[in-house]
């Protein structure tokens, strides 16, 4: 019966329909109930924000290849011990925010590869005693705790030899065995999230602070409210075990809390502190701080810093005394730290500054650069990127007598215009004027430059020299045409993604002598042939397009739009132009010639002219030939060679019979100017008669034939009898051409009249012609 349940219960798991080539299934976010099946050989499955909440023996069980598994934001409540069984070679494993209430060391026994596992966010209270991660042993990070947590057994560790990163969240704990963090190695990164454990029982967290403390480890600190002298003390184990890199993240503090803390951790080795999303509550009276040692203090960074009375904020001029030692200071994003000019007279080892995102205006930034006198005489970097600086010209004054600045990002701020002449140090090497509104570039631009970013501006052309460049930057801007590279001898990485080139081609890379890398994706590219040509042909060899060959596209043609160059398909027809068009008009020229010929030599003009008229003659409706209309007896059709004997002997006796013949003889009854076909027809439709005088020359000439294939088109027709032939002379009939076949055919079907040689017989010979050209009604 249990297994009958279970069969079905596999039955109803639905597929995971997002799986794509990479064996990658995402099912994120499709209210799945139960682990959706999935082919046997995905490696990524993410499952997440789901509502799963059970996972069966059987539900990865096919899943052999593995690698990572995101189960984290469903509503997880059991997990099979044998669940993960199969997966030998999952590295990546997030159980993070479900409702666990128990971690079972089981889960974990076949995992050998797993180096990343996140089990934060559940309903466990306890963790521990049971070594769990024992055979994982490879495990990098391990992230876990929860509001509920209430203790921390011994033996969390047990087993893990290299852990690197560890995340611990412990608002609520009450209990801690000492020891239970402290592994053979220092973890190199070490986050904790106690929130108000400071302030509860600041013993629990030194306990813990002891355990995680080395000089090799960069502890960090968040989550929580640090505002009383006792809340500080856990750092005394801070200080005492020598951490050098600490951060205090998500944090409100007052004056005293900043104090006590400063007193706190007076003399530690630390050097570097971070303080980020910290607020504030008080006006910087730090004086009693004043005499605590931080020799070994070099770097401060201070991000998103509010300051809740703001208005009666003093300066951060107190705190000048931590500063001598200094030589990298962030402000970023906290813009109530004004910096007068005074403090930067302490700021003599200065040697990177960072105070983006402050708001700055040309006016505050002329007292924190002190008016320019160049106090910071070591000063390498700065960055003011994201204020709201609006002259170029006066932040070169203000930098232009700090004879060490290397380093300038100015990004981001609202210059617009670049002015003709500027006054920049000579150590400047690398300047940053992205998203600037810049319009022009002028000789504003030091030589010295090695890296210029001017992207996302305005610029359309740049006519400077920077011999020193070795990257530009000129993406987002609005350039119609491929820099000339003969102005920037040294450039090797040119970026101008994001214009609206149209082309470029082998000389324009060409002008360039050390261009190496090249980003030109997203332009509006014409795929014309050369350009189609010479991306996919030559491109690759003279330049690594870092972009990425797909983001290429074409935007003209219209055929092409939207497809990548290197799928552009052009026609020869289109790329070879001129050569296709003349080889074209030559076939053309010579197809005509040849028709033109073939029609001569086969009468070919003649035959149609024949054909029409025949046909003409076919639609006319078939003819009454009333006697008024039949002019002569007889159309005589005749080969030229035998016009002496027509002319001599049949004409004059048969005209001058008694009653006479009328007969129509194309030589002379023609009319003049009328095409010889319809003068044919013409005098056949008028002729009671056809008279045929055949001899070897009326079939050898054509012209006769036709007559003849006339006239035997109207006997067929009108079923008339009105082909007489006479026979000049005997023609063999295997003499006649094969193609006189209607010849043939009429000698064959009728009787015909030969005309006798000898004298005697002439007599009977014409009286017989005579009566066969009689009209019946006469
Ligand atoms: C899965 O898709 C969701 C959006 O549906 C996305 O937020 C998530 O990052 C994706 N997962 C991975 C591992 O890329
Ligand atoms: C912390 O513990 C207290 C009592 O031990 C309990 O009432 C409270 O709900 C716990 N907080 C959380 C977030 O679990
Ligand atoms: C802070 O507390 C420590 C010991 O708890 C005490 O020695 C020191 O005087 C206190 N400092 C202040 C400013 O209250
Ligand atoms: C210039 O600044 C922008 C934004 O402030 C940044 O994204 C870019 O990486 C900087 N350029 C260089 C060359 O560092
Ligand atoms: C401009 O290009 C440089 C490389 O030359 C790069 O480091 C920088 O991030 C780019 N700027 C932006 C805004 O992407
Ligand atoms: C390359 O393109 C430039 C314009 O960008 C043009 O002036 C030049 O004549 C072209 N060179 C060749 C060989 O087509
Ligand atoms: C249609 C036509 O012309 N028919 C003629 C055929 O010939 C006889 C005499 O042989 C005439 O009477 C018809 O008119």
Redesign the pocket.
Known sequence: RKSFLSVNFTSQRPPCH?CNQYH?C????ENLLQVPIVPADVL?L?V??NQIELIEEEDLSICTEMK?L?LQNNNLKWIHEEAFNSQRYLEVLDMSFNRLEHISPSWFYKLNSLKHLNLLGNLYTTIGSDPLFQFAGNLRTLKFGNPALKQVRSNVFSGLSCLDEMMFLGSNLSSYKMGSFKMPQPIRTVSLSLYDLFQESPKLVSKILQDVSHPETSLTIRDVLLNTNDSMQPFKEVKHLGITRLTIHNFSTTDEGVTSLLKVMDGSPLSYLGLEDMTLRGIGRWEKARKTHYERLQTIFIQNAKIEEFYSFSSLFPLAFLLLNFQKLSLINSTFFVLPCVTTFLLIKIQYLDFSQNLLSDLTMRETLCYGLGIMVHLNTLNVSYNSLKSLQLMSKLVTRLRKLTFLDISHNDFRRMPQKCDWPESLRFLNLSATKLYRATPCLPVSLTSLDLSENDLTVFHLSLPNLVELNLSGNRFLHFPDGGRFPRVNVLLVQRNTLNVFNKSDLMSFKHLQYLEAGLNNFVCSCEFVTFFKGDVDHLVTLRDGHDNYVCDSPFPLRGQTVDSAQLSVFECHMIPAVSILCSMIVLALVLVGVTCHKLHVLWYLKMTAAWLRAKRKPAVHRARENLRYDAFVSYSQRDAEWVEEILVPKLESAQPPFALCLHERDFRPGRWIVDNIIDSIEKSHRTLFVLSQHFVTSEWCRYELDFSHFRIVDEHNDSAVLILLEPIAKQTIPKRFCKLRKIMNSKTYLEWPQEEERREEFWSNLQAALKREDS
Do not use: G, R, Y
């Open positions: 997002q990658f995402n099912c994120s976010a990524l993410d997440s924000f990572t995101k």
